[in-house]
């Protein structure tokens, strides 16, 4: 039986391989399921509905920051104490969110990493190492692994924690926001299957990140 008062939220593009058995998994261990469907053209948005989840659309394709705010602002809006993000790809195993649960109950965040896997592809073994150096000089927050999108947070947490990127900036937007709003925040270890190593950060997406944590420690994000 699902913690009524923890809500899950996933961005979903073009998942219609994954959609219906995450949302099964998922259930089992929170009291709603929100997807966003993120301008898919393929039966997401279908498969999603009928498997009872509360199906949330954009039109067009607006990006993964976009998608998951979205889903924050209505689950927040709709009584969501807790909420618990996380990728609709299958990569993030939904039986890990009991542990975000319970170490949520003494914090504000609580982030997660993968576990060193040589399935992991090099360019992101290197780009999270860079990014986590970053982020630990800008905003004295230390965390293994930046990039990884299963997270959980209290509804309080997120009205501070709010990003603008639209992008897969937005995980590290976080991050930065953490870092200057004190919040307490806990990692804890995670499983990831890499089903395509081409899909997520790219160097491209890592550079624009790096950039746009530079320029929100000097203007403060705004």
């Known amino acids: 039986m699902g913690i009524t008062n923890i ?19 998922t259930k089992k261990y929170v009291g709603r399921v929100v997807i966003v469907d993120d ?13 009872s989840a509360i199906v949330l659309s954009h039109i ?13 602002d209505y689950a927040v809006k709709n009584g969501a104490k807790h909420i618990v993000v996380l990728d609709a790809d299958s ?8 542990r975000f649960a319970e170490r949520l ?8 990493y993968r576990k060193a896997s040589r399935k992991m592809p090099l360019v992101l073994r290197f780009g999270n190492l860079f990014i986590s150096s970053i982020v630990r000089i800008l905003y ?16 309080d947490a997120y009205s501070k924690i709010r990003w603008n990127a639209s992008d897969y900036s937005m995980e590290s937007e976080m991050i930065a926001r953490v870092g200057k709003q004190r919040l307490k925040y ?9 089903s395509d190593k081409y899909k997520g950060t790219t160097v491209i997406d890592g550079m624009r990140i790096v950039l746009n944590m530079i320029w929100w420690k000097l203007f403060n994000g705004k």
């Not at 067009?60 to 924050?72: F, R």
């Not at 004295?140 to 509804?155: M, N, W, Y």
């Open 7 to 25: 809500w899950a939220v996933m961005p979903a593009h073009n998942e219609q391989k994954n959609i219906v058995e995450i949302i099964r998994k």
């Open 39 to 51: 301008g898919s053209t393929d039966k997401t948005r279908g498969l999603a509905e009928k498997s």
């Open 60 to 72: 067009v394709n607006l990006g993964k920051g976009a998608a998951l705010k979205t889903g924050c």
């Open 91 to 98: 990569q993030h195993s939904p039986d890990d969110i009991p």
């Open 105 to 112: 109950k003494k914090c504000d965040i609580v982030f997660s």
């Open 140 to 155: 004295g927050v230390s965390l293994s692994d930046t990039q990884c999108g299963f997270r959980a947070f209290t509804k």
């Open 186 to 194: 806990v990692q804890i270890p995670i499983q990831t299957i890499y």
